[in-house]
């Protein structure tokens, strides 16, 4: 059973520009979530991705957006990058199944630093 | 809203000591319960869950965690700490039900323990 993994794993940009992050699901998983956490902060939920549609959505603006793919990796896309947007972006994955829900299992994260 | 609230930003102890964590939960529904522990260099792991049934659930290296759905609270305890202990600990909440499984977060409390 292979677990969460993301690519990359640090990213440095410059303000404005854009930035595309990748996650692929653990194995039997068919959701995937993506959370911002900065430093000293807990995670910060940014959308969850189930059978290729987005699945709920916390507080954050358009400019971030995402895709889930047939196999149930994911990419989070961030569009004219801000310098707040400097922190760790992680990717869980769980199965959703029956109208129940199970514990979500984390990549490592990306660490995006923006300059 | 939803909120989690953990007690305790950074606690230190000694080896053999006993430890429990506080956290409360806002939420107006039924909720399953999480601590996630994040090790220096690791990725977040699941510590121990809540989702039904019995209220003292037990989970990996001899933590365990009490629900008391009257004080909405989910405190994380062990009875003796190790050095390996040495972690950031989050509690995390989720709504039972529907198809929005976003996780909800504490700030997540820093422990070190000295050997």
């Given at each position: 059973?292979?677990?969460v993994?993301q690519?990359?794993?640090h990213?440095?940009?410059t303000?404005?520009q854009?930035?595309t992050l990748r996650?692929s699901s653990?194995?039997?998983?068919?959701?995937v979530?993506?959370?911002q956490q900065?430093?000293?902060?807990?995670?910060?939920?940014?959308?969850?991705y189930?059978?290729?549609?987005e699945?709920?959505?916390?507080?954050?603006?358009?400019?971030?957006?995402g895709?889930?793919f047939?196999?149930?990796?994911?990419?989070?896309n961030v569009n004219?990058?801000?310098?707040?947007?400097?922190?760790?972006?992680?990717?869980a994955?769980s199965?959703?199944?029956?109208?129940?829900?199970y514990e979500?299992?984390?990549?490592?994260?990306t660490?995006?630093?923006v300059t | 809203?939803?909120?989690?609230?953990?007690h305790?930003?950074?606690?230190?102890l000694?080896e053999?000591?006993?430890l429990?964590?506080g956290?409360?939960?806002?939420y107006?529904g039924?909720v399953n319960?999480?601590?996630?522990?994040?090790?220096p260099g690791?990725?977040l792991?699941?510590?121990?869950?809540?989702?039904s049934?019995d209220?003292?659930?037990?989970?990996?290296?001899?933590?365990?965690?009490?629900?008391i759905?009257s004080?909405?609270?989910?405190?994380?305890?062990?009875?003796?700490v190790?050095w390996s202990?040495?972690?950031e600990?989050f509690c995390?909440?989720?709504a039972r039900?529907g198809?929005?499984?976003?996780?909800?977060?504490?700030?997540?409390?820093?422990l070190a323990?000295?050997?």
């Amino acid at each position: 059973e292979t677990g969460v993994t993301q690519s990359p794993t640090h990213l440095i940009k410059t303000r404005g520009q854009q930035v595309t992050l990748r996650c692929s699901s653990q194995s039997g998983h068919n959701t995937v979530s993506w959370y911002q956490q900065a430093l000293g902060q807990g995670p910060q939920f940014i959308f969850q991705y189930y059978r290729e549609e987005e699945n709920g959505r916390g507080n954050f603006p358009p400019r971030f957006s995402g895709l889930q793919f047939p196999n149930y990796s994911s990419e989070l896309n961030v569009n004219a990058l801000e310098l707040d947007d400097s922190a760790l972006y992680l990717c869980a994955s769980s199965l959703v199944s029956g109208g129940n829900s199970y514990e979500q299992y984390f990549g490592p994260g990306t660490r995006l630093t923006v300059t | 809203a939803q909120s989690v609230s953990q007690h305790n930003h950074h606690v230190i102890l000694s080896e053999a000591a006993s430890l429990e964590l506080g956290c409360n939960y806002s939420y107006g529904g039924t909720v399953n319960l999480f601590w996630y522990v994040q090790y220096p260099g690791q990725h977040l792991q699941l510590l121990l869950k809540y989702f039904s049934g019995d209220p003292l659930v037990k989970g990996i290296k001899g933590f365990e965690a009490e629900f008391i759905k009257s004080k909405f609270s989910f405190n994380l305890r062990k009875p003796s700490v190790q050095w390996s202990d040495t972690a950031e600990y989050f509690c995390a909440v989720n709504a039972r039900g529907g198809n929005n499984r976003k996780l909800i977060w504490g700030l997540g409390t820093s422990l070190a323990v000295n050997p």
